[in-house]
Each structure stands twice: as C-alpha cells, then as structure tokens.
Nanobody
C-alpha cells in the first residue's frame, strides 16, 4: 500500500528552524519526484517545493526560496524539508505527495500530485 507520512512539525519562534520528514512506504521513493505543499487556515493549499529524481534538481516557491531546502535520502525512502528563518506566515499544515509525471520533472500544481500524506502542523509564533 502506497503511503506517505509527514512528521517533524511543531511550534517554533520566528527566525527558528524545523526539519520536516516525508517517509514513504509501499513503493521506492527514488523513482519519483516528491512535492511539499502547505495549507494555512482559511486558505487554499499551495505548493512549497519539489524535488526531482536527478541529484540536486529542486524547485521552490518564491515565498520560501533561500529559506527552505528540500532533500531526499533514497536509502531511507524519505524526503526532507529543512525550514530556516521561519516567519509567522509559514504557519500551516504541511503535506507531501507523489508527482504523477516523470520523476525528472515536477512543478507545484496540486492536480499534478497524488497519494497525499496526512500532514504535519507547523506553527510559527512568539
């Protein structure tokens, strides 16, 4: 059974850091591009970042560029999202999902993804 499980969320002060994990089971993550998304209360889900199968091939939304870093450990079947210099506007539930298309490419369109995890809450507040 294909499954993604996010973890690592929590409460952090502005300027702080968190590392989220997206653990895959039921398939080999290394063959797929994976995306990170977030949804704040009362807002639509938006794309944050995606990582392709090619080493170092990543994509970021402008709102997180330079602060967030996505990486993957295929041996651990896990994708990570390192979030630094967190701001209050980063508060949201964060989700990971599998890109439907070829693993060598990815974008941040919600319809391009499937097998969403349950999400992990990130709250940035003093």
């Amino acid at each position: 059974q294909v499954q993604l499980v996010e973890s690592g969320g929590g409460l952090v002060q502005p300027g702080g850091s968190l590392r989220l994990s997206c653990a895959a089971s039921g398939f080999s993550l290394g063959y797929f591009a994976i995306g990170w998304f977030r949804q704040a209360p009362g807002q639509e889900r938006e794309g944050v970042s995606c990582i392709r199968t090619s080493v170092g091939s990543t994509y970021y939304a402008d709102s997180v560029k330079g602060r967030f870093t996505v990486s993957r450990d295929n041996a651990e079947n896990t994708v990570y999202l390192q979030m630094n210099s967190l701001k209050s506007e980063d508060t949201a539930v964060y989700y990971c999902a599998i890109y439907r298309g070829h693993g060598s490419s990815c974008g941040l369109g919600l319809a391009e993804y499937e097998y969403w995890g349950q999400g992990t809450q990130v709250t940035v507040s003093s």
